[in-house]
Structure formats: structure tokens, C-alpha cells
């Protein structure tokens, strides 16, 4: 059963990317897609697995589409018609440029610009990697009756706003890919984030922002933007074992195992790294110089072989590309690590707007106790910790400035 649920896992998202171009209506799409995988699992283990699955489940997914539309009686008369011939007339399996350019379709209209982020990021984990209501509401951390509003409020817009299935054109697919790529890569940090105490069941996050990072890689192959997001993510992603000790606390980068790393992840990152580089020698793109930071601690052999010096110099690169507040923290911690506490500390003293921001806190905390300020430090902290939901980041404080 776990063999055919796999099956079922991997073919569903190709086959409700076309039924959803076919109908031009997400709602009736997945409806039809879940009706079709619930008789698969009861059919095929009687009958054995078809020769081609994805075959099979468009047939019947289309069967059950026309069913629905027949039971419909709010829908008008001609939209109704439409599609029942559109339905009628597709053909039992598509050729791969179709259901590449289906699949492409369906993860743009995810990740809309003119749905809000929270909603891309609930809708790609329901529609593009197919978990239930309940497991997108249990991993976003927001009751299931929420979510399910925050679900239906995302397909009203999209229905309203007339946004259509379409891949972007040539002059907006730059644009438009760097936010899906922004889009996986916050379902990917929601992996990691450490708001609760189930961080291990939220690896499952992380686990498939990682495959909608392959996918759009095999699906727009030579894009550094989708390089570098991958790769930034395989070398975070390398690191999943060493992040937390049994107890659930968190282990400090520097602190980490390193053999625990998982290595052949990690050869992988690097090189998506040096080829999101590449592909983007002209104007750096941001992903690609994020995924070079991540790649010079794959490199070191332990913390204290760090290339920090170069690690600084990168975000010199990404400063420019992004001077948020939150690069400009990150980096001025990376200027700690090379040696310059003290600079450090006042890169961040003098940033502006994260006066809420734990990590801004917890930073200058850090800094304030490398530099002998302990009472100082401690006030950061107790700050910082009035500043997270998280049990393992407030243990870590208490640690690190009892």
C-alpha cells in the first residue's frame, strides 16, 4: 500500500496540473483528482498497478469531473458545456512538454503576486505537494478552520482577479520566478522554524520545499535564480541532523557535529552553488550569492577552517542586491565570526526597524557577551526571549546567559 500511495504522491500533482488547465477551475480539479486516487487505492491492489498510472488517473479524474459538472446545478449552462467538451475531447495521457508546461502552469498560479504570502505558502503545500487541510493547518500552526478560510479565500482571488493558468511571458518569467522561489524557500524556513515543540515533524516542510525545488529545476533548467534556490536549501538541508540534540535544543552551527552532516547533500549543494554562480556572472542573482554563503561552511572542515573572511565578502555582494535590515544583521554577524565583535556590535546597534525582531536581540546579545558586557547581554536576552513562541530558543538563551 506505502508503494502505491507513492505512486499515487508522485503522479498526482501532473495530473491535477492538467485537469486544472482543462476545467479552468482549481476547486473542481482537486475534487476530481482526490475521487480518482481514493478508487485507485481501493483498485489497485485487487487488480495490480496499470501500466501507466497517470493514465489511468487522468481517465478516471476526467470521469469524475463530467460527473460533478452533471450534478452541478449553479454552474451556467455554457461554462458547464465547455468544459464537459474540453474534458471530452483531452486525450487519455499528455506528452511531457504538456504536462511540463501544466505542472509550470500550477505552481505560477500558487504563487501569485497578488496573493498575499501566507496564502502562496498554504497553497502550495494543499495543491502543489497535495497535503490535507489538517496537515497544512498542524505544519502552519493556525486551527484547521482557519486555514480551511485562508484556503478558500486564496481560490476566491484568484477566481475574482481573473488570474489565469498560464506560464508568465518571456519578460515577466524573471520576476515571476523569483517569487516562487521566494514562495518555496518560506515553506522551506517554516521546516525550520522553531516555534514549537514538534520540529522534527516539520522537517516534513523542508523535506517538500526541496522537492518543488527539483521539480522547477528539471522544469526550467539553466535558471540561476532556481539553482540557487535549490542549492540553498540542499546545504541548509545537509546540516538537518546536527541541528537539534536528543533533547530537542538547539546545537549552535559551531557547535555541530559535523559528521552527522549529511555529505553527499551537501557535494550537491556546492556544486548547484557554483553553477547558480555561473549562470549568473553578469548581474549576481540574489539566491545564487545566498547559496555561495551557505557553500563556504560546506567547504570548512570544521568550524574553526570557516572561511569568514570570504563569507563577509558575499554579503558585500548581497548587501548590495538586498540592503534589508535582516542582511545587514546577518551580515554584520558574519563580521563577528572574522574577528570584529566590536565593529559587529555597532553595525548592529545603528540598524533601524528591528526593535521586534528576536534574531536582532539574540544577536546583540551574543555581541554585548564576547565583549565582556555581561549584565547587558542578559537584558538583551531576557528581551529577545519575550520575543518567541519557541521553548528550544528560550532554553538556548537561558544557556548561553543564565
Known sequence: MRGLAEVLRRERRQVLASLTRLTGNLDLAEDAVQEASIIALATWPRTGLPPNPRAWLIVAAKH??????????????????????????APDDFPVGVLRDDQLRLIFTCCHPALAPEA???????????????????LLLVPEATMS?????????????????????????????????????????????????GLHERRQLAEEAV?????????????????????TMLLQHSR???????????????????ARWDRALAAEGVTRA?????????????????AAIAACHALAADAAATD??????????????????????????AVAESGEAALALAEVEALTGLEGYFWWHASRAELLRRL??????????VVAAGLTESAAQRRLLARRYP
Open 64 to 89: 469524475r469531473a463530467i460527473d460533478e459538472l452533471r450534478r452541478e446545478a449553479a454552474r451556467p449552462g455554457k461554462e458547464k458545456e465547455a468544459i464537459t467538451l474540453a474534458l471530452h475531447q
Open 120 to 138: 502562496q505558502v498554504a497553497l502550495s503545500l494543499r495543491v502543489l505537494c497535495g497535503l490535507s487541510v489538517a496537515e497544512v493547518a498542524g
Open 149 to 197: 478560510k485562508r484556503l478558500t479565500r486564496a481560490r476566491g482571488k484568484i477566481a475574482a482577479a481573473g488570474i489565469r493558468y498560464r506560464v508568465p511571458d518571456a519578460a515577466e518569467l524573471p520576476e515571476r520566478m523569483r517569487q516562487v522561489a521566494t514562495t518555496v524557500f518560506l515553506l522551506f524556513t517554516e521546516g525550520y522554524a522553531s516555534r514549537s515543540a
Open 211 to 231: 522537492r518543488l525545488g527539483r521539480l522547477l529545476v528539471a522544469l526550467l533548467p539553466g535558471e540561476a535564480v532556481l539553482e540557487g534556490l535549490l542549492a
Open 240 to 258: 538537518r541532523e546536527a541541528r537539534f540534540d536528543a533533547a530537542g535544543d538547539i546545537v549552535l552551527l559551531a557547535d555541530q557535529d559535523r
Open 274 to 290: 557554483a553553477e547558480a554562480i555561473r549562470l549568473s556572472s553578469v548581474v549576481p542573482e540574489r539566491f545564487a550569492v545566498v
Open 308 to 333: 569568514w573572511r570570504s563569507i563577509v565578502a558575499w554579503y558585500d555582494v548581497l548587501v548590495v542586491l538586498d540592503p534589508s535590515p535582516v542582511v545587514r544583521l546577518n551580515r554584520a554577524a
Open 372 to 381: 565582556g558586557r555581561r549584565e547587558e547581554a542578559s537584558a538583551a536576552a
